[in-house]
């Protein structure tokens, strides 16, 4: 899995528990149905089964993969719009290209992160590029959506690009475990993502019989979502694999620890951690709109048909078709 990695001894390690300290217990625990998106790639769909109240201030988030390609078989999505809430590309493993009517894009790569705000409007387009098309190869990810207030729906549309080298590195206590921080603060350690909605995302690789906890923001949700292995998660263990997400209850840290063993194509344990502050404001999601109210919506639909998300740029990027 070569998203960024690194030498857990020489990194700064997350402080143990406070005497005070109550570890969040686990609510739930669901596992993802598998599914299709875009031009037809395969995605677990983590969120799938869980209340919106439990997710809030995420509406939707898709594995991508784990998937080895044959030549001409990697797919992504055409051109589509989006109106009222944030995208989060985040790509694992292989190699991605996003272009947006607002002049962001860029290549997304191992261990990289495209956080595009659609806010008022935008239309993008995200597809393997045409080598990959070509040569075929492993593809691995995540997409997350993050919803944005009633305040921050019209914001103008903006793009990060996050390499993989920014995120911010943190070693488990034990030194079993990497911690990538992709935006918020574990720790007082800041992640590089700029956000409208406060959220923590980060990523860890657990190994074999190692233990990873951390603190959480008393005020945000808490989410664990296995990309890959399996182990156990909370203060009682329970158990939990790839495809399932855990939704925690109120307390002062998260804990997960990786089974002893580990199978041969994922010999660590990987999680993502992501959680924040609720919105807790109505949420009408109609495909690729998420906004408060129905009639929002329609305007929504109106306005993308009367082209007011932008233009479709000269030259752009294409899903590319193997042999074509």
């Known amino acids: 899995m070569p998203a960024i990695t690194a030498d857990t001894l020489t990194l700064p390690r997350v402080a143990g528990p406070a005497a005070s300290d109550t570890e969040r217990p686990v609510r739930s625990i669901t596992t993802g149905p598998k599914g299709y998106e875009g031009e037809g790639f395969p995605v677990v769909r983590a969120f799938a089964g869980v209340s919106a109240a439990a997710l809030d201030p995420f509406v939707h988030m898709d594995q991508m993969g784990e998937v080895e390609y044959e030549p001409g078989e990697p797919k992504g999505t055409d051109w589509h719009p989006h109106r009222g809430f944030e995208t989060v590309t985040y790509i694992i493993d292989g190699r991605f290209a996003h272009q947006d009517s607002h002049g962001g894009g860029g290549l997304i790569t191992d261990g990289a992160t495209q956080w595009m705000t659609a806010g008022a409007g935008v239309l993008h387009i995200e597809t393997p590029p045409a080598e990959l ?35 911010k590195l943190l070693s488990s206590d034990d030194g079993g475990a990497l911690l990538r921080i992709i ?142």
């Open 133 to 167: 098309v070509e040569s075929g190869g492993t593809f691995h990810g995540i997409q997350l959506w993050v919803n944005l207030p009633r305040k921050d729906k019209f914001a103008a549309p903006r793009y990060q690009s996050i390499e993989g080298g920014e995120v």
């Open 183 to 324: 935006a918020g603060e574990i720790d007082a350690q800041q992640g590089p993502g700029s956000t409208y909605t406060p959220i923590t995302l980060a990523h860890a690789t657990i190994q074999p019989g190692a233990r990873l906890d951390v603190p959480w923001n008393r005020d945000f949700n808490a989410l664990v979502y296995v990309l890959a292995g399996e182990g156990a998660v909370g203060p009682v263990g329970n158990p939990i694999r790839q495809g399932q997400l855990a939704v925690m209850g109120p307390g002062d840290r998260i804990s997960v620890s990786a089974r002893s063993s580990q199978d041969a194509r994922n010999p660590a344990m990987e999680v993502l951690l992501l959680g924040g502050k609720p919105i807790r404001e109505p949420v009408f999601h109609y495909g690729p709109f998420v906004m408060n109210t129905k009639a929002e919506v329609i305007e929504a639909l109106e306005d993308f048909n009367a082209g007011k998300f932008g233009a479709i740029p000269p030259n752009a990027l294409m899903p590319h078709r193997g042999g074509r």
